[in-house]
């Protein structure tokens, strides 16, 4: 839409004159204190909030603004998937492989692996994917694993485990909005093959429980499932479900 390329010119020229205002500032600041004898205590404190004004501070006004618009007219403000997580990453399994997969979300947005867990051999991935997103700090970090942990382990040492990341992500990402996601009932049919299967409710309930108590908001997606979504293996979804789920987490998170 035109008016959609009008407003992403104007986001992108504030951003582009904030930048050059503040680093015009910080220049100017720095000659005046080398051009002067006096006390440059005050100057030197109003160069460091100079600092500060950076791309980020900006980009947060403008996502506050845009917050603003789409609440005032939410069919004439209109985002592509990609453009809500701009600044938001998702971590997981394969099921959250299926976001770039079928070309919901850009892999840029996503850091997924077959097998990823929070536990045993399966928590060496999502360690690496951790890592990784320590280093790129978004603004908003998603959390998609259980899936391949129950087969693993138990319940206790599966919260054990995630407790154990989202302490880690807190503390290392103290800026950073977090959620979590509710692993996904499998069908009928597979969970009556695997046992372990059966007790997801249980393991929800779990990191339901695990998130409030440590301030994290818990996304439960088991309603946005539905029968003819499984793929043969009764696990994964079909390309219908992600862009139901990231509808979902774009809502949740108010992206």
């Known amino acids: 839409m035109e008016i959609d390329k009008r407003r992403k010119t104007v986001l992108r020229t504030v951003i582009l004159v904030a930048v050059v ?11 005046r204190l080398a051009d002067t004898k006096v006390d440059t205590g005050k100057g ?3 160069l460091a909030a100079l600092e500060k004004t950076d791309v980020a501070s900006v980009e947060q006004k403008i996502q506050e603004l845009e917050a603003a618009e789409r609440a005032a007219d939410p069919q004439g403000f209109s985002q592509t998937a990609n453009e809500k997580f701009a600044n938001a990453l998702v971590l997981g399994d394969s099921i959250a492989q299926g976001l770039y997969e079928y070309n919901v979300l850009d892999q840029t947005h996503v850091l997924a692996e077959r097998g990823a867990g929070v536990v045993n051999g399966e928590g060496k991935m999502a360690a690496s994917q951790i890592a990784q997103a320590k280093s790129l700090v978004p603004q908003t970090l998603f959390l998609a694993y259980g899936m391949n942990d129950m087969k693993v382990t138990d319940q206790e040492s599966f919260l054990a485990a ?29 969970a009556e093959a695997e046992p ?14 695990l998130c409030e108590e440590l301030k994290v908001t818990f996304i439960d997606n088991a309603d946005l ?10 696990i994964h979804m079909a390309p219908a ?6 509808n979902r987490m774009a809502e949740v998170a108010g992206l």
């Open 21 to 31: 205002l503040a680093a015009a500032g910080i220049i100017l600041l720095i000659f």
């Open 196 to 209: 372990a299967y059966a007790n997801i409710s249980q393991y929800n309930e779990g990191l339901k429980s």
């Open 44 to 46: 030197l404190e109003r």
């Open 225 to 234: 499932v539905k029968e003819e979504y499984y793929a043969d293996d009764g």
């Open 162 to 190: 995630y407790r154990g990341i989202l302490e880690d992500l807190k503390q290392s990402l103290p800026d950073t909005d977090i959620y979590v996601n509710c692993i996904l009932p499998v069908r009928q049919q597979t």
């Open 241 to 246: 479900y992600y862009t139901e789920w990231v």
